[in-house]
């Protein structure tokens, strides 16, 4: 679909709305140049605008592709293919979208393939028509203002990513579990966000080169070259900090789970105390619960109920007492090749 087309000559858009591409192309070829903006274009499309302008084969392949990472391609006819990330965050999913730009950069023409909902370019154009002095340099002037804007938008992701990070930072390093599926997948934003961001300054690098822009726009370049530096560098940082946040998630984890170990082999131990107790107990009673003819011609008087019966619940646990006991005291034989242990107190 296109979005816009418009003539640019000695600094100012000559005309109001959009223009059909044969008459764009003509215009080109009269001085000036053209800016075709295209969104999500169809084969069909792409392919009048290929026909129209003569753009190389390879060049609209690249454009109808999805890139991991941004790349500048020169062609022999002169027309020069860079390639963009984009990029915007979501506040309600907490997510960031990304979208493409494919630019076709010539002398007398430039076009602008759009990829995704990330990826408008309304605010570039806007901006470039009210700075003739600019739109005087050439098309190069076109290829500033998406930079320009590509690379502005990139700071609201650092922050909004940086928000995110110090949430689970506060969770973690609080001594609470944060959810690990939430960091692998911020880890995993960020890495496609540095994807998006590093390649680009390679590209900005080559148009810093002599006889590769205008020399009014050089200041500018250069400008956007320093902030993309500096995204660069805090994603680089997001990245690092997100592994040792990661770290120190799993390490939580662990004594959470040492810390639940612990307190089941508490409980064992309890539960092992009480059966030790019992088992004794429970022989006894269940010895004197036999209705056999001795027991009953014996047990005559209180006296022998108590010393059988209580008598025989309390030996018993003394002796199991007195046990007990001399296992805790017993000393621990020595590790070979190591230091004594200390005596159990």
Not at 120 to 143: F, K, V, Y
Not at 224 to 248: C, G, I, S
Request: net charge negative; proline share 5%.
């Amino acid at each position: 679909m296109i979005v816009d087309c418009a003539h640019y000559r000695d600094g100012r858009r000559q005309h109001e709305g959009a223009m059909p591409l044969e008459k764009a192309a003509a215009h080109a070829r009269q001085g000036g140049f053209v800016w075709l903006g295209v969104f999500e274009p169809g084969p069909d499309e792409l392919a009048g605008v290929q026909e129209t302008f003569g753009l190389h084969e390879l060049a609209v392949e690249d454009a109808q592709a999805f890139h991991l990472r941004p790349k500048a391609e020169q062609y022999e006819d002169g027309t020069e293919l860079i390639i963009l990330r984009t990029a915007r965050y979501d506040d309600e999913r907490e997510e960031i979208d990304t979208g493409e730009i494919s630019i076709f950069l010539a002398e007398h023409f430039v076009i602008t393939v759009r990829q995704g909902i990330a990826s408008e370019l309304a605010g570039a154009r806007s901006r470039l028509e009210r700075r003739p002095d600019l739109l005087r340099t050439g098309s190069a002037a076109t290829l500033w203002a998406i930079l320009d804007q590509v690379v502005d938008g990139y700071a609201p992701v650092v922050a909004e990513l940086d928000r995110d990070i110090e949430q689970i930072e506060a969770t973690v390093f609080s001594g609470a579990v944060a959810p690990t599926e939430r960091i692998y997948f911020l880890r995993r934003e960020a890495t496609d966000f540095y994807r998006a961001v590093h390649p680009l300054l390679a590209v900005l690098a080559r148009r810093l080169q002599p006889g590769r822009a205008p020399a009014e726009l050089l200041p500018f370049f250069r400008d956007v070259h320093d902030h993309l530096l500096l995204v660069n560098e805090e994603v680089a940082a997001q990245r690092d900090l997100l592994a040792t946040v990661l770290e120190a998630n799993i390490a939580v984890i662990s004594v959470e789970q040492n810390t639940i170990t612990l307190r089941q082999s508490a409980t064992m131990e309890r539960l092992t105390v009480i059966a030790t107790v019992f088992l004794p107990l429970s022989f006894v009673v269940g010895f004197f619960g036999q209705n056999f003819a001795w027991l009953v011609r014996n047990i005559t008087s209180f006296t022998a109920f108590l010393v059988l019966t209580l008598g025989g619940l309390l030996l018993p646990c003394l002796l199991l007492f007195l046990w007990l006991r001399h296992r805790r005291r017993k000393p621990v034989a020595p590790v070979p090749g190591g230091l004594a242990p200390r005596d159990t107190p």
